[in-house]
């Protein structure tokens, strides 16, 4: 049985006085929530700040980014070693907003996949289709090519570790949401795939979906067979809305 994990990505917000009301409003709150693993990834310069408030609670910390490189003359980026040093057990990999604003290739993502995995971190993959793609037909497309990216850096025993993220593009941000059946459609092929490899793997992966899950839907989607729990961007600023979406999974 695969636990339930809800994922919240604060993206680009917050200062020292909002982020520690919103953990201590997560905190305070984490005894409703009975079976999902939560796990919060604030911008990196708070990092350090939110891994000392989730000292002495369940809540994982991880961050929005990773270098594919452990160390050397990279400016203006952060190794998996640093991270691992502040406390982060989770790294947000291939990020649509990294793919789309920073063209980011298949290929890098693959290298900062394999760099969180080297460094002990918990990659949360993400993959996805734009409204364009989707409208076209080629999703699975999209997703497949996406994740073969990886598989061929790692292999899919790597995913035995490893969290995937289905993000429509699409549904990002925007207040539109696949429904439950549509995303079930596309969880059920990412685990199809990956269970043509290694059945195993597949059976003990967690798929979660990201895309405008908020306290309204997240039950629903949820309750699908294949999907674990959510990536939250918006819903997670506000504790008592991610501690909702947290809930559903109860």
Known sequence: MRQVMVAGNWKMNGSSESVKELMTGIKQG???VANTEVVVCPPAVYIPRVSGAADGSAIKVGSQNICDQDSGAFTGEISGEMLKDTGCEYAIIGHSERRALYGESDELI??????ARRNGIKPIFCIGETLEERESGVTNDVCSRQIDAVLELEGVESLADSVIAYEPVWAIGTGKVATPEQAQEVHAFIR???AALNADVAEGLQILYGGSMN???AKDLIGQPDIDGGLIGGASLKAEDFLAICQAGN
């Open 215 to 217: 306290p309204g839907n």
């Open 30 to 32: 984490m005894g409703s």
């Open 110 to 115: 693959a290298k900062r996949f394999a760099a």
């Open 192 to 194: 199809g795939k990956i």
